[in-house]
């Protein structure tokens, strides 16, 4: 008798906090890369080792988020699906409005999310005089107008050695990320490739 296999899908997951992880209910103690058949609902539970972060579920449908999708990035390249987790924090009570919890945002980042905010100004701070001089800013619109997230890549250090520069996805409306590497010079982007 044959058995019918589904076809798989690589499955690559990270966090920037220690957790454990339920995966369709089952524990786990390292979920950084598994296969799961094509086209199933996943369901992932992160389990933070922390005391001030929060646990919550993610449903993954046909490369989607489609539950909690505020809480990670999730976005296929070459036929590697892609799921960053990202904290919940438990909610802090104060008298001071200042008190928020902060995460270590790259300048690229910074820079991309001003450029979404059409916070054009902002955007070049973060950009050398060198770099600067070779682009106009119809051209640094017009690179990023077609992705909406920005996600560094936390997935393939050390397994790729043609890495360069601070690589990082960016991420389309259609769930596809694309790499560019960031190269800096004294805390500025230098230079942009594919």
């Known amino acids: 008798m044959q058995e019918n296999f589904k076809p798989q899908i690589q499955i690559r997951l990270k966090s920037d906090f220690k957790s454990v992880f339920l995966l369709n209910g089952t524990f ?58 990202l904290p919940r ?24 999310h001003a450029l979404k905010s059409k916070n054009l100004f902002q955007a070049k701070k973060y950009l050398s005089q060198n770099l600067l001089s070779t682009i106009d800013d119809e051209s640094l619109s017009e690179f990023f107008k077609d992705y909406t997230t920005i996600v560094k890549d936390e997935f393939n250090i050390g397994l790729d ?28 982007i230098e230079n942009i490739t594919g």
Do not use: W
């Open 28 to 85: 786990v103690e390292n979920a950084d890369k598994f296969s799961y058949p094509k086209g199933e609902p996943l369901y992932i539970t992160t389990l933070p080792l922390s005391a001030h972060l929060l646990p919550y579920t993610i449903k993954i449908v046909s490369n989607r988020a489609v539950e909690n999708n505020s809480l990670c990035r999730v976005f296929l390249h070459e036929e590697i699906l892609y799921v960053k987790l």
């Open 89 to 112: 924090n438990a909610y802090i009570y104060s008298s001071n409005s200042n008190q928020n919890i902060s995460h270590h945002i790259t300048i690229p980042e910074r820079m991309f």
């Open 161 to 188: 050695p043609h890495i360069k520069g601070d690589r990082f996805y960016l991420i389309d409306d259609n769930g596809k990320g694309t790499p560019h590497n960031f190269f800096m010079y004294d805390n500025l």
